[in-house]
Structure formats: C-alpha cells, structure tokens
C-alpha cells in the first residue's frame, strides 16, 4: 500500500474531530484515505491508516460505518475498510489487516518481542517435567508423539526442538498481527497474541501470548469469558463459553467448551472438551470428553470417548505425580470408570469400574476390562462383536471437521490394520500359552494382576481368529481387485507380489499414523544425523507414510498370509486362494452376525422401560419407536449391517468365479 502524509486541511479537519498526535508528521495514510470518519482518536508512534469506505451490517440490522471512533493508537497499522471503536485504553504495536471490526476492547498490545506462544514447553503425561513438548503453530500429533515418548533419544529430541527453534525465529516479532476480516468486540486483555484472518472474538476476558491461526478456510471462533496463556489455536477450531486454558496446544477443528479446563495439555485435529477438566494430557485425534465429573490427567488418548466420572490417578500416594498412562487408540471409559496410572489399555478397549493393579493389555486389543470386588476381570476380543465399535469407526471419518487445505494431522482412521492385527496375533499367542499351561479346565486363569475366565479365553480367540482372517482377506481381495483382469494363475501369483519390502516388521500408531516401525525409524535416524533441516520436511515424511499406507500395508499382509496360512503366495494354488476367500466370507458374516444381534439389544424390552408413559405396552411400543425413528429391522446402521452382508457375499462370489476361470 503506498502512504503519503496528512494534508493540513486534513490534519485540521482531524482536530476538529477532537483527534490528537504527539507529531502529525508519523501519522501516514493511504492515497484513498478522507478523514470523514475518524473522531476522538489519539495517535502516537507511527502511525498507518487505509481508507474507510465500507459499512458493515451488523446482527440485528444494525449498521456501522469503517472509521476510528474513541480509540488510542501507538505504532499501529489499520488496514483499509476496518471499523475500530471504544477501546477502553489503548492498541499499541500492531498491524491490523482489511475490512476488521474491533469494539469495546479494552486493551490489545504486544510488549517486547514475542513468538506468539511458539516455543511454550507443555509438560504432558508428567507434570513435574521430563515429556516437555515445544508447541509451534504447525505442530503435528506425529511431531508431539515422537518428542514426548522419545526420551530414550536425547540427541533426537534436542535435534527437533533446534528445528523447531528454526521455525521460531522466522516469526518472532516485535509487533502483532490481527488478520483481516476478522471480528473484536466485548473482549477485555489481549496480550502478545497473534490473530488470523477471518477470526472471531467474542467476549474473551484473557488472552495472552498466543496464536490464533485462523484463515478464510478455517475460521477460528473465541467466546464468551474465555481465559487463555500461552497457547496455539490452529485452523477450524472454537473455544467457547467459559473456558480457561494454560500452556496448551488446540489442533485443527477441536471444540472446547462449557467451562472446561486444560492446562499443559496437548489436543489435537477433532478433539472435543466440554465441562470436565485436563492436566497434562496428550490427546490424540478424536478425543472427546463431555462431562462435568470427568477428569482426565496424565494420560495419551485418541479416538476416545470419556464417560461421566471418568479419573485416573498418576502419583500413587508416594512421589507425587510422576506416573502416567496410555489408551491406545479406541480405547474408551464407562461412566464412573477408574485408573490408576501407570497403566497401558490395548486399543478398542472398553473399560468399566475401578482398576488399581497396573494393567498392560496392549497385546489384548478389543477386550472389555470389568472390574468385580476390586480385580480386573478381562474379556479378550469382545469389543470386536460390539455395535459400538463398529458405529464409531463409521462415524469418525463423518465427524473429521478440518476444512483448512492444509491438514496437520495424519490421520488413519482404518479399525483393523497391521497395528491392531499384530497385536491380535500376539493375543492369540499369549492366550493359547496361558491356556497350554494352566489347562483346558481352568475356570479362571491369571494374567498379570487380572483375570481371564475361561469361557472369555475361548470367545477371545475365536473372536480373534475372525478378525484376523477378515483383515487378510480383505487384503488379499483388494490386491486381487487391483490386478484386474489376468490371463492364467501364473499372473495373477505375480499380480499379489510385494511392492516392496516396506512394511515387513511391527507397525505403530503415532497417534493417528499407522505406519511400518521400520520407516518412522529410518526417519528418525535422518532427523539426528541432520538429513532432515526442516519441520517442514518431517511433516513432509509423515505424510509419504501416510500416502503410502497400502502399499505398505500389502507387504505386510503379505507376509502374514504365509505364516498365517502356511503357504507360499510364489506358487499359491487357485484352490488355495479359493480356500482364503471362503474363509474370509465366512469371518465377515459370522463378525457381521455378531454385530446384528448386538444392535438388537437395543430394541429389546428392557430397552423399553420408562416409554410410553401413562400407557400400555402397545402405548410404549409406539412410544419406542416414534422417538427411535424405525423398527429393528428398518433403523439405519441395522439396514447398513445387513447390507454388508449382502454385499461382501456378492463379493466374495465375484472373485471366487474370477479365480474358476484361471
């Protein structure tokens, strides 16, 4: 924008208007600029003003000219078209974007040089110190995993905070920013606090040294009473209604609101947080808590669902709070559930009562974790069958509200993948070894501080064993699918050959990224030895990973579907193949079954009770099912459940006349 300085009928007029400067001659305009609405302001500092063309509607039909209205101004930039009026005391050291409406603020400054809460150290999962994550404006779930749990790397944690500090330096500043088309009002101490376009503030009583990254895609929404220090909001996000936060990080599209709490907590893409409270918490995608008794504390979390009164505890009553705990992705408590950290819950797990011995059931996903007089009572598998979990893997790639092009987080939002089925065929391990040595006609067998009761180890293998050959069928067919029409068996053997020899080995979950450990450590390596000079080119890594998922996923699979099976996919027959198809058809059906029958509890009579009120059974029947909307048979995700059926048997039918014909 070019600027020219005030004439002296202007600067006249301007007085008039009851405006002063400390020296006129440091107050420059736009070549478009008219002082026709400008009154009561003071300029001191240099001073930059655009023109004051346009009116802004405002709710109600009120309407509002651009202008500057009984405010005080020190080394400020106003863009063109913005409407600033009754700041209590002053804006200083601040450029301030196009077409912005600022009201009834009472102070905005920046003090000093600030890197807008780039660089606050968050003390997650231990609050007396040792996991500090340095949050920055671009900061990934996958960034803040490896820098919290990778402590047993010191060169590579001080590598990425160097990295980091990169970054820091490039936006440090002495002077803030507000974006332009953006919205102030009712808002009392900003301090040190960077604001992007098309972002709301309403009603905040604090902010201070912080940044919130809203753009035109994402805008970002700040409400009423709202308290924060030290902190990042990323893109898409809201914070609403009360809520005070410390030494946070708030990813994209996460919403805190109704008076919740956090401080040196992490939350990242899709979190949600309402009543409860959160200290020192890494919370991975998909994070929600909703209740005012619920307290989350030390923990790492991801698609997780807190219910009411969920708490843990991470100092046992010893050394203060040093303990921590992780619930793999999935993992979700039941109202008034209890754990004491440390601990570790196997993904997918449903956990209800008080658990006090120190569980690690990682090795066990999908289980149910019961507590009866004080032990832990573990059904393995059982959450495979749920109609929960199927419901929430269906509804997470609905619910992923980042509009902003650029997305921070990978996010993988697969239910079965070489992580969870690794951790499925080590189960099947452990639970046969228990069975081996305590007996077929144990009723109870141990494992570490709980309990398996026969019966649950039986289901759980089975359930197991179904959703192992439902994965690799799966693969397999997709990879059948991918090589479209061949002549004979010899090309389609050479149709199901690796890719590459990526993605052999474990896999892990860095917290939304499901990737072969062989490549997040080679990234690792490069990351210490300086190959990698950017945060940029770490993201850049994560997301190749990500983008190649299946193909990594195929070379595992592959892999399995020999020892799994004991057969050679070299010089596989079609027979054998045939063989595989059946047995995954079967697995899909009977796990699909299984989910049908489950669903139907929720129609059942005791479902019923407290409908129809000061009626009969056929008034409470109808009760029922106008406020459920359907019968059994016609609810939605009931329909979709049968409609699975009918379409992977047409599948499985497909391919099994694909492969008669080589």
Request: glycine share 8%; with cysteine.
């Amino acid at each position: 924008m070019n600027y020219r300085h005030l004439t002296s009928d202007e600067i006249a007029r301007l007085e008039r208007q009851l405006c002063t400067a400390s020296d006129w001659d440091r107050v420059l305009v736009s070549e478009y600029f008219t002082p026709d609405h400008v009154f009561y302001s003071r300029f001191t500092g240099d001073i930059r003003l655009g023109a004051f063309d346009k009116e802004f509607s405002l709710a109600g039909g009120m309407k509002k000219h651009a202008g500057l209205n009984r405010v005080t101004l020190h080394n400020v930039e106003v863009g063109d078209n913005c409407c600033i009026e009754s700041v209590n005391n002053y804006i200083a050291n601040y450029r301030i974007g196009h077409d912005t409406f600022i009201e009834n603020v009472d102070i905005i400054l920046c003090d000093g040089e600030s890197s807008f809460g780039n660089g606050v150290e968050v003390s997650v999962l231990n609050e007396t110190g040792g996991r500090e994550v340095m949050i920055y404006d671009r900061l990934s779930a996958q960034q803040a995993y490896v820098m919290a749990l990778y402590r047993h790397r010191p060169e590579l944690i001080e590598r990425m905070r160097a990295l980091v500090g990169d970054y820091i330096a490039t936006i440090k500043s002495s002077i803030g920013t507000i974006g332009s088309h953006s919205t102030i009002v009712d808002t009392g101490y900003i301090k040190n606090v960077k604001i992007g376009d098309c972002c709301k503030v309403e009603g905040a009583s604090r902010l201070k040294n912080g940044s919130i990254n809203s753009n035109e895609s994402a805008p970002v929404h700040i409400g009423v009473g709202v308290i924060g220090d030290d902190f990042i909001i990323s893109s898409g996000s809201s914070v609403e209604d009360g809520v005070t936060f410390s030494r946070c990080f708030i990813g994209q599209a996460c919403k805190l609101g109704h008076n919740y709490s956090a401080s040196d907590s992490l939350f990242f893409s899709n979190c949600q947080g309402e009543n409860g409270e959160a200290c020192a918490i890494f919370a991975g995608p998909f994070t929600v808590t909703h209740h005012k008794s619920s307290l989350l504390i030390a923990g790492m979390f991801s698609f997780m669902n807190a219910g009411s009164g969920s708490n843990q505890s991470n100092h046992m009553y010893k050394l203060g709070p040093i303990h921590q705990g992780i619930m793999e992705r999935g993992a979700k408590t039941a109202s008034d559930s209890y754990l004491l950290w440390p601990a570790k819950v196997g993904a997918f797990s449903l956990v209800m009562g008080r658990h006090v011995d120190h569980q690690d059931t990682s090795d066990l996903p999908f289980s149910y974790l019961i507590e009866k007089q004080g032990v832990t009572f573990v059904m393995p598998g059982a959450n495979i069958k749920s109609v929960g979990t199927i419901r929430d893997a269906k509804k997470w790639p609905r619910r992923d509200g980042r509009k902003d092009p650029e997305k921070f987080d990978c996010i993988n939002f697969n239910l079965l993948s070489p992580y969870t089925i690794q951790k499925m065929l080590r189960a099947v391990d452990i639970l046969e070894e228990i069975r081996r040595v305590s007996g077929t006609n144990t009723e109870t067998y141990s494992y570490q501080n709980g309990r398996i009761r026969r019966t649950s180890l039986e289901k759980g293998l089975r359930y197991y064993g179904m959703a192992i050959d439902k994965f690799l069928g799966n693969s397999l067919i997709s990879r059948i699918q991918k090589a479209g029409i061949v002549r004979d068996a010899d090309a389609l053997r050479a149709a199901l050959r690796k890719d590459s020899d990526v993605g052999s080995g474990d896999w892990v979950d860095l917290s939304g990224l499901i990737a072969p450990r062989s490549e997040v450590f080679a990234l690792l390596d490069d990351i210490e030895s300086g190959a990698v000079a950017s945060v940029q080119e770490i993201d850049a890594r994560f997301r190749k990973m990500h983008d190649n998922y299946y193909s990594y996923e195929w070379t595992w699979a592959h892999d399995v579907i020999e020892s799994w099976y004991g057969i050679d996919l070299e010089t596989v027959s079609v027979d054998s193949l045939m063989l595989l198809v059946h047995k995954w058809r079967d697995a899909v059906v009977e796990i699909d079954n299984l989910v049908y029958e489950d669903a139907r509890k929720e129609f059942s009579l005791s479902a019923m009770t407290s409908f129809g009120a000061d009626g009969d059974e056929k008034q409470r029947n109808l009760d029922f099912f106008q406020v459920r909307g359907a019968s059994f048979e016609n609810d939605p995700f009931v329909k979709s459940v049968a409609d699975h059926i009918q379409v992977k048997g047409q599948l499985a039918k497909d391919i099994l006349q694909l492969l008669d014909t080589l």
